[in-house]
């Protein structure tokens, strides 16, 4: 009952920005925590941020603290990432997921199919 995609990503330089978009197709999207990761080639998938269902809750991964932030609206059933100062290590994959669980927890339900992010030097 759940699917997301995503779109936003590109090819950037450092230090440039990005937004990215995720929909939700879920009819209870406001009821869910929901989540960025992404996963670069030869490395393990790692979580990026996370939003508690009202969005007040936030949790990010000192790597991105400070450059990424993310919010949603469940009006539009819409998560949104938005990368500023954007590093050549910040090059990925990046998923949308979506959690019945708490925002502090990194254990997600469902996935979306992913949008690349480059960023050149």
């Known amino acids: 009952q759940v699917q997301l995609v995503e779109s936003g990503g590109g090819l950037v330089q450092a230090g440039d920005s990005l937004r990215l978009s995720c929909a939700d197709s879920?009819?209870?999207?406001?009821?869910?925590?929901m989540g960025w990761f992404r996963q670069a080639p030869g490395k393990e998938r790692e979580f990026v941020a996370g939003?508690?269902?009202?969005?007040?809750?936030?949790n990010y991964a000192d790597s991105v603290k400070g450059r990424f932030t993310i919010s949603r609206d469940n009006a539009k059933n819409t998560l949104y990432l938005q990368m500023n100062g954007l590093k050549p290590e910040d090059t990925a994959v990046y998923y949308c997921?979506?959690?019945?669980?708490?925002?502090?927890?990194?254990?997600?339900?469902?996935w979306g199919k992913g949008t690349l992010v480059t960023v050149s030097s």
């Open positions: 997921a979506a959690s019945t669980r708490s925002y502090l927890a990194r254990d997600y339900d469902y």
């Open positions: 879920a009819r209870t999207f406001s009821s869910y925590t």
């Open positions: 939003i508690s269902w009202r969005g007040i809750g936030v």
